[in-house]
């Protein structure tokens, strides 16, 4: 009973195991749209919502959702995300709000139909993430699905569709997912020259080829990051070379290294490797082809795992990329500690190709006990140029349509006068109130000539005098100084000079006793003038 109850036991915790293994990485932001879609559809594990459900993500000048109606995709796994499009006529923009910034998915479906005047094959188009061009003058002819990962550092991700001059743009589905942080760590090895490599973790890249060596297709279901894995045998130059291998279940991920996030059990459990058993003496390299876009750099990423040894330390390799020797007598068992059967993989940088075709071999060693050479599982990334572009130098365009732009067009358009005006106000106030300063800091000094007033100020007009209660003249000021030549006591009459010479301090109670009469050939400015400069004495 007790022994019953042990298995019982370890059964469960090994199931738990394999439910956690199997869950793998939670992404924290996932956006999956059935673009076209009044429904939702559910593809594996994942559920991609209706078009008019994502709606809030999406800036378009006018919505057109197609239907095929069509039975003539092949049936498949997400082959439902491929009956309905969404058509853009114009600049369209989807704006996910991301929670982590880092690495994410992009992840683009594309299969053209004809819908009403609409014939997709004939569409092209360009596609950016943020202001990287992902695709340009693009024009899908049948099943397609382009798939990215970008390094996202800001709260949104925007991607952007532009159909080319006279064309229109469309897509079938899209995902925004993130991506971990192991992924795609920021060295790599560089060859020819070799060196080290620094800056992936910035890098935009497109996935060219993702390919499981030996064995058959793997289904985004079945990798812990939905990606999927083609069988690499269209890719083999010479097939008859070469011969598969399968132990999925011995496959262990060491601690530290490699995990499921980095490839599933069943591409490390699986190899493409040289046929050489008929030939104790073989030596020829195993080949495989692909075509890549020149005036870029390439990521690639080798995946191994010694599943064919029987003993440590006895299969050594090379591994060569076009014609340069990369990885020279490689021995998978001295990476793992000894261990057979250990997932382990390098990433590899290339210089700017200037070809479309790039390949790949694995050949013998002379210093391995026999010939053999093997490869479990290969990935091929484009990285963006000095542009900052992963597709020529489309031109990312503008959106004078969009909600947030005509926002700021009112708002432009309200705040501007509304700001004048403001202006103007403050200017008007601000003017008056210097008057208003002007009007009150005027000194006026008041001067008795026979009983009357005399008033002045260097702000003033003019200058106000008044002799009795009816006699009264209003003389400018410019006036005074040219009647007393700027205030020259020469030009003074003698009555008012007698002044200066006679009291040094004459009063201008003095002053009044002069009769109007007393100032005959004296003009009132010269009076004013002296009048002012006795009382300031």
Known sequence: MVYGGLRFSIWVVFVLCLVCFSVGFDPIDKYYVNCGSSSDVTVGNTIYVADKSASKFLSTPQDILADSNLNSITPSEDSQLYRTARIFTGPSKYTFSISQNGRHWIRLYFYPFVYQNYDMKSASFSVFAQTTALASDFSPKNVTVKEFSVNVTSGDLVITFSPSSNSFAYVNALEVVSVPDSLIVDDASLFNPSGAFNGLVNQALETIARVNMGGPFVSLENDT?????????????????????????????????????????????????????????????????????????????????????????????????????????????????????????MDLVTTSFDKSNLTLSIGPSSRSAYPDALLNG?????????????????????????????????????????????????????????????????????????????????YSNGTTVSIGSNLSYRIPFIAVQEATNNFDESWLSPQVSEFNHVDASPSVAQFETSSADDLSGVSMSRVFSQLVKSEGR
């Open 378 to 458: 290969l990935e091929i990334m484009k990285m963006n140029n000095s542009r900052g572009s992963l597709a020529g130098a489309p031109i990312l365009p503008t959106f004078p349509g969009s909600k947030k732009n005509l926002g700021v067009i009112v708002g432009v358009s309200v705040g501007v006068p509304l700001a004048l005006v403001m202006i103007g106000l403050l200017f008007f106030m601000h003017r008056r109130r210097k008057q208003e300063r002007l009007r009150h800091s005027r000194t006026w000094v008041p001067i008795s000539i026979n009983g009357g007033t005399t008033m002045g100020s260097k």
């Open 225 to 345: 990051l939905g990606r999927t894995w083609v069988s690499d045998r269209s890719f083999l130059l010479r097939p008859n070379l070469a011969t598969n291998a399968s132990k999925i279940s011995a496959v262990k991920y060491p601690e530290g290294g490699p995990t499921s996030d980095i490839a599933p059990q069943t591409v490390y459990g699986t190899c493409t490797k040289m046929d050489s058993r008929s030939d104790p003496n073989s030596n020829f390299n195993v080949t495989w082809g692909f075509s890549v876009d020149p005036g870029f750099q390439y990521l690639i990423r080798l995946h191994f795992c010694d599943i064919v040894s029987t003993a440590a330390n006895q299969l050594l390799f090379n591994v060569y990329i076009d014609s340069f020797l990369v990885a020279q007598d490689l021995e998978l068992s001295a990476k793992s500690d000894g261990q057979l059967a250990t997932a382990y993989y």
